[in-house]
């Protein structure tokens, strides 16, 4: 390829190649789009195009790259712990694609500070929530003398340093994708999911770097961060960094018991969820079997009474009156103490909302009241909260020191979220977080899949009036 010159240039999202013909050796990614009658690859091949090239001593020009390089010296607010140093390193040395994976609490945002002064180059923040977006503009601002863009919540605006949501970036990435040379996608277990993962696919970036406590995912799809963003180049987890640099935590599971009532019904239901799967040879344990199970329930009265049957179980396991006595024990004996409530459902939340006078935080909680509710908690105006997902990841909450898990999913990501709300460093501070579980149900399994991390390795087992009633 080095006979004449090449003209490598961005185009909606991809890569193209003019002055080659058809039948010329090519880097492996691009493919011949006979629409345009030229060799066409994904934008994300960028920097292994680039070095091919040089390589191979190609003569090219290189039109496709739009960033530009600045010196940004950071002042930074603290200084780097060893671990954060130890990650950038191992990030550098892998040429600065990489997935660097600290619990929360840890100072995700920190590493990613001095990614940016290392690189140097025009960067491009993905974010989840509009409220992290906010978040980290407030940050760079403080921490860089550059310009911040935003791109999202009503902001169309470009700068050296830009921050944007999975949502956005989707949308304008192929326009704007070759205007960034670093890239980094903070909770990047959000990447591969769906259309997120075209805000990677469609950039150009050289530079990647993805931040995240959790990026296992139930689907198995974080393989997928290597392609998109490169290898996990550093990893250490909360009971690694417990004492020193996150708060000290200990983990108690209470188990309940349910009523007479409570256990009649559930048996009932369960009993015929149960015959409906053996009649049609489902099993759950396969990777199809929920969806089987899904499918049957759609094809007759039968299957939509055993559907029912299975949201009634569940429903009377993840909603005990016995975890209602434990979790009113729990608020009486960590009264002085700022504390999460977790649950699987919003229904749930609003009912303890309801009995124990507690806010109650869900996805339709105005933007302008959740943030009034989490300055009130900030602030020791307001002790306890009670949320199902939306508190899960994006907030800054410090002073919370005790969670209480009343019911969730299997999802091992999610507990250690749930756990990292708790975490981060205060005087004097010990964590605690309290997953209460009924007992003979279903939902024991999903106790046991949730906790398979090594930060619950130390799980003290309690009685319900063991540990509460003293």
């Not at 607010?77 to 040429?95: D, K």
């Not at 055993?306 to 209602?324: D, H, M, P, Q, V």
């Not at 309801?354 to 935080?361: C, K, N, S, T, V």
């Not at 005087?427 to 090594?454: C, F, M, N, W």
């Amino acid at each position: 390829m080095s006979e004449s010159r090449v003209v490598l240039s961005f185009d909606a999202g991809t890569l193209v190649l003019e002055g080659v013909a058809r039948e010329r050796a090519v880097p492996a990614p691009f493919r011949w789009d006979e629409r345009v009658l030229r060799h066409r690859a994904p934008a994300w091949a960028y920097r292994h195009v680039v070095k091919d090239f040089i390589r191979r001593q190609t003569n090219f020009s290189d039109q496709a790259r739009a960033y530009l390089k600045f010196d940004f010296p950071t002042k930074l607010l603290v200084e780097p712990r060893p671990y954060q140093q130890q990650a950038i390193r191992e990030w550098r040395r892998a040429e600065r694609c990489g997935v660097i994976i600290l619990p929360t609490g840890a100072g995700k945002s920190l590493v990613a500070q001095l990614a940016i002064e290392l690189c140097g180059r025009s960067t491009l923040v993905v974010v989840p929530t509009i409220d992290l977006m906010n978040q980290w503009y407030d940050l760079l601002l403080s921490c860089f003398r550059a310009e911040v863009g935003l791109i999202g919540g009503g902001y169309f605006e470009i700068g050296a340093l830009t921050i944007t949501t999975y949502a956005s970036a989707f949308r304008f990435m192929e326009r704007l994708g070759n205007q960034f040379g670093l890239i980094i996608f903070d909770e990047c277990h959000h990447l591969p999911s769906g259309i997120h993962r075209y805000a990677a696919e469609m950039s150009l970036a050289p530079f990647r770097l993805g931040l995240t406590a959790t990026p296992e995912r139930a689907d198995g799809a974080e393989r997928e961060l290597t392609r998109l963003i490169g290898p996990v180049v550093y990893r250490r987890g909360a009971h690694e960094l417990a004492g020193e640099y996150l708060a000290d935590y200990s983990v108690v599971r209470i188990n309940v018991r349910l009523g007479p009532d409570e256990r009649a019904a559930y048996e009932h239901e369960r009993a015929i969820f149960r015959r409906f799967l053996q009649e049609q040879g489902i099993e759950l344990s396969t990777l199809d079997g929920w969806q089987r199970f899904v499918a049957a329930s759609a094809r007759s009265e039968q299957g939509r009474r055993a559907l029912l049957a299975y949201r009634e179980s569940k429903r009377i396991a993840l909603g005990t009156n016995g975890k209602l006595r434990v979790l009113a024990e729990l608020l009486q004996r960590h009264r002085r103490e700022r504390t999460l409530i977790f649950t699987a459902e919003n229904e749930m939340v609003y009912r303890l909302s309801e009995q124990f006078f507690i806010p109650a935080i869900t996805h339709q909680t105005g933007v302008k009241e959740r943030r009034e509710w989490l300055e009130a908690f900030n602030a020791g105006e307001v002790l306890a909260l009670a949320t199902s997902k939306v508190l899960n990841e994006g907030i800054n909450i410090p002073a919370a020191s005790v969670a209480v898990v009343l019911s969730g999913s299997g999802s091992e990501r999610e507990h250690i979220q749930r756990l990292g709300r708790i975490l981060r460093k205060q005087p004097d501070k010990e964590a605690i977080l309290y997953e209460v579980v009924a007992g003979e149900t279903t939902e024991e399994h999903i106790s046991q899949r949730r906790s398979a991390g090594a930060q619950f390795n130390d799980v003290t087992y309690e009685r319900p009036q063991a540990r509460l009633m003293r």
